[in-house]
Nanobody, 125 residues
Framework: GQLVESGGGSVQSGGSLKLSCTTS??????????MGWFRQAPGQEREGVAT???????YYADSVTGRFTISLDTAKNTLYLQMNSLKPEDTATYYC??????????????????WGQGTQVTVSS
């Protein structure tokens, strides 16, 4: 499978951005995949932000709960991340990722198989 992110950019603290991830080439039914967003800031480990199944089950990191919303449009094979009330500490490269099924460790990067190239998000104070 292939994943291509878009929508990153620069925004002031308190602002909003919406990331998109278009997907293609997945062999299994698309709906069986756990799709998600991860981020990595310079000098830090990659961390899970939000993941979701197409049936509505979703998982969020505590740091973004209430500010970010993940959604999945199965008709367009596209994953979104709406980011509101952005903070400088949200600055990072954001990656789209996918893995076949399973609910164990839904925010652990090492359990994901497919990755996009990343898109930069910069939040200034």
């Amino acid at each position: 499978g292939q994943l291509v992110e878009s929508g990153g950019g620069s925004v002031q603290s308190g602002g909003s951005l919406k990331l998109s991830c278009t997907t293609s080439g997945f062999r299994s039914p698309y709906t069986t995949y756990l799709m998600g967003w991860f981020r990595q800031a310079p000098g830090q480990e990659r961390e899970g932000v939000a993941t979701a199944f197409s049936d509505g089950r979703s998982y969020y990191a505590d740091s973004v709960t209430g500010r970010f919303t993940i959604s999945l449009d199965t008709a367009k094979n596209t994953l979104y991340l709406q980011m509101n009330s952005l903070k400088p500490e949200d600055t990072a490269t954001y990656y789209c990722a996918a893995r076949p099924g399973a609910t164990k460790a839904p925010l652990t990067p090492t359990t994901f198989v497919y990755w996009g190239q990343g898109t930069q998000v910069t939040v200034s104070s």
